[in-house]
């Protein structure tokens, strides 16, 4: 199993970058695909995931609007497109994954799609905004 982001880099405010995770070793389209951010000195968050079997998306309240993420399931690679990016965007970014069904049963019991254990994880890829 394999995930390994790209796409990061160094950016002005206001800027964007598109990360791409590409994936192989698992049946890409039973999973969700994640991206995780971990900012220096801050816990690893949650930005957004995508359902590959059904494209159901989520977004953490920080990037609403200003991030899309999307699949392309004959390529096995979810891209996360971040436009009007700011200096809080700052961290690596990690893809990572889990069951497609981890997160809808989370869904269903009101548990928040970023608390399943995901299982597995990508290198990570750092993204900077300058101001």
């Known amino acids: 199993v394999q995930l390994v982001e790209s796409g990061g880099g160094l950016v002005q405010a206001g800027g964007s970058l598109r990360l791409s995770c590409a994936a192989s070793?698992?049946?890409?389209?039973?999973?969700?695909i994640a991206w995780f951010r971990q900012a220096p000195g801050k816990e690893r968050e949650g930005i957004s995931c995508?359902?590959?079997?059904?494209?159901?998306?989520y977004y953490t309240d920080s990037v609403k609007g200003r991030f899309t993420i999307s699949s392309d399931n004959a390529e096995n690679t979810v891209y996360l497109q971040m436009n009007s990016l700011n200096t809080e965007d700052t961290g690596v970014y990690y893809c990572?994954?889990?069951?497609?069904?981890?997160?809808?049963?989370?869904?269903?019991?009101?548990?928040?799609?970023?608390?399943?254990?995901?299982?597995?994880w990508g290198q990570g890829t750092q993204v900077t905004v300058s101001s």
């Open positions: 990572a994954a889990v069951m497609g069904a981890v997160v809808r049963a989370a869904q269903r019991l009101g548990v928040a799609w970023t608390d399943p254990e995901f299982d597995y």
């Open positions: 995508i359902d590959n079997s059904d494209g159901t998306t």
């Open positions: 070793g698992f049946t890409f389209d039973d999973y969700a």
